[in-house]
């Protein structure tokens, strides 16, 4: 549940106190297991607040952009000076105050920020400083980043995310130094620990940082993982397709893994957006690597991968996060994330001309399928499962399989038509079960 | 009220001075000890989106020779002698991998280096200059006008310990500030 079912929730129970539906007892047991924290702005408040600060902190940089000609070096330089020092008595007297309302803490955050950007911008105008906007970018995020821990600013937070990303993103380029790098992506990424602290954190994060800081730890090690990987015979670079394919999905079984606390395995997967995306990158990357020649490519790839530093890293990271995945009993997630690792499990039955294997394609499509028929069948034994889901892995597997195979088109025509007609089937089947289950199971009883 | 935030708030706060203001430090100096040298340049007129209206400065030379005993490799530092010719333009004349005593001199970084002539391509360290927005559009004309002219634009940089800060544009010995400033208020 997020904050506005609570709200929604609270908002009932006077109503059904006075209808009789809840004794005052229950009211109050309610209303402390769902109490809001006042503290968490709303969406409107939130929009607006960062909005406005937008607004300002654009407006400036565009005034900056004018480039004030006839001014004085002296009186420009007091342009960039007067909006940072005013952002920065502002920030002040929201710390000072303690505990403001949490969009004037925004406010105060994105404003902030963007006046140091625009300081930054216009200091570098006026000497015709030379160098590239990532450069910009990095020294602006950095000085921005501590923002998001004193001031507890979503937006500040979500800024230094994107920012970090996208300067990852550019700094892919081969032969640069590792703190040039994307290679730096984890220890920045790490800089923003402070915003969440504890461990396990005592406050779980909004679902929008979550979804950002996702989308940044992909964007970002996966550059990590294009730049380790590329390779230079002196004139040209070259990528590394094959290497990088399956770092990225050593990156998307960590994120899978990611460790959690009770509260956290506890919420529903769509507040879990590491899972969701590892997830689909994993089940994609093993659809195709049941394909004999994806496969093939993909072990060479490993071969070379297993020599690199960064690859070794990441073994590691994911080797603890089985181990305490193991001891929370995410089979689940574990299964997934095992996709990953399977073509290391192929190497040691690999020959060593890798022409035409099928070891690789082969595990795959086995695992795959157990997965898909373990999920189904959890399901019709009680367990919490996921049915559909393992309908849609089984299904992309025989299509993945018939797509490959010497049958003629016409009996390809005859199976992919009879899967579709069973996956609706399934689905069908599924929906009834699930109305008869509801229907037999009591409604539970209100104290 | 906690002091610890408000101690940490101060130290961002002063770091978020402090970034700008060494770069006002060390630009100011040079600009006001360094020595003035001129290279012949092209400069077209792209836009920052942050900063506004520039003209992407780049000096006509742009490789420079390697000693034979110099093992040099792309994105690493050199500096290199600044000698002026007969014209007052000035070349770069010899690199290496520490500062030179008694001479004027760069710090640049190599870009490429080509093993079969021993040359290597270098990165200035300023790329632009930037003009307001007013002034933008006579530049373009201005530039179009004078790009293939015989003595071309020249950048005025002043040099200090190896660091290079553009000071301005010229032609013909006067500044693009002022021959842009005229034209605009003659029309």
């Given amino acids: 549940m997020n904050s506005s079912h609570h709200r929604w929730l609270l908002e009932q129970i006077p109503q059904w106190e006075t209808d009789g539906l809840l004794t005052p007892e229950a009211a109050r047991t309610l209303r402390a297991r769902h109490a809001v924290d006042g503290s968490q702005p709303s969406a409107g408040q939130l929009i607006m607040g960062a909005l406005g600060a937008l607004l300002i902190g654009t407006g400036l940089i565009a005034v900056i952009g004018y480039n004030w000609d006839d001014f004085p070096r002296s009186v420009r330089l007091l342009f960039a000076f007067l909006p940072l020092l005013g952002s920065q008595v502002f920030s002040f007297r929201v710390l000072q105050q303690g505990e403001t309302a949490a969009w004037v803490r925004e406010t105060a955050g994105l404003l902030q920020t963007l006046a140091t950007g625009a300081c930054i911008a216009i200091v570098s105008q006026i000497y015709n400083l030379g160098g590239e906007w990532p450069d910009f970018l990095f020294w602006w ?22 920012a970090i990303a996208v300067w990852s993103i550019h700094q892919t380029e081969h032969g640069r130094p590792w703190q040039d790098s994307p290679q730096l992506y984890p220890l920045l990424l790490l800089g923003l620990l402070p915003y969440w602290p504890g461990w396990p954190p005592k406050t779980a994060l909004s679902v929008s940082v979550r979804w950002v800081m996702t989308v940044s730890a992909i964007l970002g090690l996966c550059s990590a993982a294009f730049f380790v990987s590329m390779r230079n015979d ?122 035409s294997t099928t070891i690789l394609s082969w595990l795959v499509t086995l695992h795959l399928a157990a997965i898909g028929l373990t999920l189904i069948v959890l399901d019709f034994v009680g367990r919490p499962s996921a049915p559909r889901l393992g309908a849609l892995v089984l299904s992309a597997l025989i299509i993945a399989r018939m797509a490959d195979s010497h049958f003629s088109l016409l009996a390809k025509g005859l199976i992919f038509i009879a899967v579709g007609v069973a996956f609706l089937a399934f689905n069908l089947l599924m929906s009834r079960r699930h109305r008869q289950l509801q229907s037999s199971t009591p409604a539970p009883a209100l104290p | ?171 013909n010995g006067k500044s693009f500030r002022e021959i842009l400033k005229e034209r605009v208020s003659a029309k």
């Avoid at chain 1, 529903?268 to 590892?278: H, N």
């Avoid at chain 2, 001199?105 to 093993?115: A, E, G, M, P």
């Fill in chain 1, 234 to 355: 002196r004139y040209y670079d070259f990528m590394n397709d094959e290497v990088f394919t399956w770092l990225w999905s050593l990156t998307a079984a960590v994120l899978v893994l990611f460790p959690l606390n009770t509260a956290g395995m506890a919420e529903s997967t769509g507040r879990k957006p590491q899972v969701v995306l590892g997830s689909l990158w994993l089940f994609g990357y093993a659809v195709a690597a049941t394909f004999s020649d994806v496969g093939d490519h993909l072990l060479g790839g490993v071969l070379q991968a297993v020599k690199l530093p960064w690859c070794q890293g990441l073994l590691v990271v994911l080797a603890v996060f089985v181990v305490l995945a193991v001891m929370r009993r995410r089979w689940a997630v574990l299964a997934i994330a095992s996709l990953a690792l399977l073509p290391l499990f192929a190497l040691p039955f690999t020959p060593e001309k890798l022409e």
């Fill in chain 2, 1 to 171: 009220m906690k002091t610890l935030p408000l101690i940490l708030f101060g130290m961002v706060a002063l770091a978020q001075w402090a970034a700008p203001l060494m770069q006002i430090w060390t630009h100011e100096r040079t600009l006001t000890q360094g020595t003035l040298i001129k290279l012949k340049c092209t400069a077209p007129d792209p836009y920052d989106p942050l900063r506004g209206r520039y003209l992407a400065v780049s000096p006509v030379q742009r490789e420079v020779t390697v000693p034979k005993d110099m093992k040099l490799e792309a994105g690493m530092p050199v500096y290199a002698t600044l000698t002026p010719d007969a014209n007052g333009l000035t070349t770069l004349s010899t690199v290496s991998l520490t500062p030179p005593a008694g001479v004027t001199y760069v710090r640049l970084k190599t870009r490429y280096v080509y093993d079969y002539d021993s040359k290597a391509a270098i990165e200035w360290p300023f790329d632009r200059y930037y003009i307001n927005e007013k002034l933008a559009p006579e530049a373009d004309k201005w530039f179009a006008e004078n790009i293939r002219l015989k003595d071309g634009i020249v950048a005025e940089v002043r040099v200090l310990n190896g660091r290079a800060v553009l000071e301005d544009l010229s032609l």
């Fill in chain 1, 141 to 162: 995020m950095l000085l921005s980043l501590p923002l998001a821990w004193l001031l507890r600013s979503k937006a500040a937070a979500i800024f230094y995310l994107i």
